[in-house]
């Protein structure tokens, strides 16, 4: 497992992993319009979204103290303006991330590794 993230409260400490982080950003991925899949972080090898490849292209990074930084592969719709989609999926996932684990995001990168029609 991943490092954790502490979060300090009254009643304890609570940690949230890495793989927690990267399961939220997957599923916020899938749901933005225009993607179609997630991109494998080696060769650039597309693959279509499916319930057990949450995490593939997405890598969780910083710490506590400086915030988390997100980097995620993905392959956008034929026909669709690439930074408009980018940058939707951007604000989604720092709001996301934001808002289900307490944790500040510093940063979210989204690589467009390739397009593809939609079936």
Partial sequence: MEAARPL??????????????????????AEAYGVVGMASRAKGVGRLLTRDRWRQGITVGGSADEGVTIELNVIVEYG??????????????????????GLRVSSVEVRIQDVKRSA
Wanted: glycine share 4%.
């Fill in 80 to 101: 669709l303006n690439l930074a408009e989609v980018a940058s939707t999926v951007r604000n989604r996932v720092r709001y996301e991330v934001e808002r289900l684990t």
């Fill in 8 to 29: 300090a409260s009254p009643l304890g400490r609570i940690s949230i992993s890495n793989d927690a982080v990267a399961h939220i950003v997957g599923r916020v991925a």
